[in-house]
């Protein structure tokens, strides 16, 4: 099918209590896997792009390669852009097919963050596109943005009311809650309680970032309190260059490019499937389709 916006298929994942897992892909190969792991289970899925993997493939490549794969199977899929706090990036990304983006201004001041995603609000709502905006600061590593233990900052709760207000269409809102990108070096203090209290006042689904290393239950807790859209990067990234190194240490004599490639698509499909099986969007793609709007 048609490549689609997030909006709808995260606004149904939220009232049902499933999430949808947003896998940032690495190249042709990595998004082919999170396609055919999403076909396997008959589930919605989002493809994302780091801005650092939109400048190192070029924006029309990458674009082509979701739209071909979204075509080739018939559960819903979605492109959208990771962190970009560059408005040229924003829509260059637009215009080249993207069906949703996410500005990041959570190192800037409060009222300078509001004033920026309002402009990006602006973009997206006459673009036609779904737009995500975080809130707080969600520590850890992501592309070349280095948040450390101190730096990073749950959002304020009276701050996410305010920056949620006049952006009703909002597709998916990303407050800190705890988590952060990379692995965990201790047990995440995931704050449940603020979670709770965003999401018993706002209605938008929310992003939960940073989910390579969450448990089950961790995963499971969150998504019950309306986290609809889970993201994973590190993991992937970990299955991508573990699976083509372990084959060649197996086989030293290996010389098949296409057999580390089948290796590498299989060990990142595997690691889909499973993170589907537990936000529990196997088999939903049929009634998330119900709600779509697609782009064409
Ligand atoms: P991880 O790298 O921890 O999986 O987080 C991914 C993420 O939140 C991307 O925005």
């Keep these: 099918m048609a490549i689609v916006t997030i909006g709808p298929m995260l606004k149904h994942a939220r009232a049902e209590g499933y999430g949808i897992a947003a896998y940032n892909m690495?190249?042709?190969?990595?998004?082919?896997?999170?396609?055919?792991?999403?076909?396997?289970?008959?589930?919605?899925?989002?493809?994302?792009?780091s801005v650092k993997t939109v400048k190192h493939w070029g924006y029309?490549?990458?674009a082509h390669w979701v739209r071909d794969l979204a075509t080739t199977v018939d559960v819903p899929v979605a492109l959208h852009l990771d962190h970009c706090t560059d408005f040229d990036v924003l829509r260059r990304?637009?215009?080249?097919?993207?069906?949703?983006?996410?500005?990041?201004?959570?190192?800037?001041?409060?009222?300078?963050?509001?004033e920026k995603s309002l402009k990006a609000y602006e973009m997206t709502e006459q673009a036609g596109v779904g737009l995500e905006a975080e809130i707080g600061a969600i520590g850890g590593v992501e592309d070349d943005k280095h948040v450390n233990e101190d730096e990073a900052r749950l959002a304020n709760f009276d701050e996410c009311i305010r920056?949620?207000?006049?952006?009703?269409?909002l597709a998916v809102f990303a407050p800190a809650i705890g988590t952060a990108h990379g692995m965990y070096k201790g047990e995440p203090k995931i704050a449940y309680d603020l979670l709770k209290r965003i999401t018993d006042q706002i209605s938008i689904p929310i992003a939960l970032h940073g989910g390579t290393g969450l448990t089950e239950e961790q995963f499971h807790r969150c998504i019950s309190e309306g986290c609809a859209k889970v993201n994973i990067s590190t993991m992937h990234k970990m299955l991508y260059v573990n699976s083509f190194v372990a084959l060649?240490?197996?086989?030293?004599?290996?010389?098949?490019?296409?057999?580390?490639?089948?290796?590498?698509?299989?060990?990142m499909k595997e690691d889909v499937k499973s993170v589907i099986q537990i936000f529990g969007s196997k088999d939903k793609a049929s009634d998330a389709r119900a709600s779509l709007?697609?782009?064409h």
């Design 60 to 62: 029309t490549p990458i």
């Design 163 to 169: 920056f949620v207000r006049d952006m009703p269409n």
């Design 248 to 267: 060649k240490e197996q086989k030293p004599k290996l010389e098949e490019p296409l057999s580390f490639i089948a290796n590498q698509n299989a060990a």
């Design 93 to 114: 990304c637009i215009d080249a097919g993207w069906t949703s983006v996410m500005f990041d201004g959570s190192s800037l001041p409060f009222a300078e963050n509001l």
């Design 26 to 49: 690495i190249d042709y190969n990595s998004a082919r896997a999170i396609v055919e792991g999403a076909q396997e289970l008959n589930a919605p899925v989002i493809v994302q792009v």
């Design 293 to 295: 709007a697609t782009r």
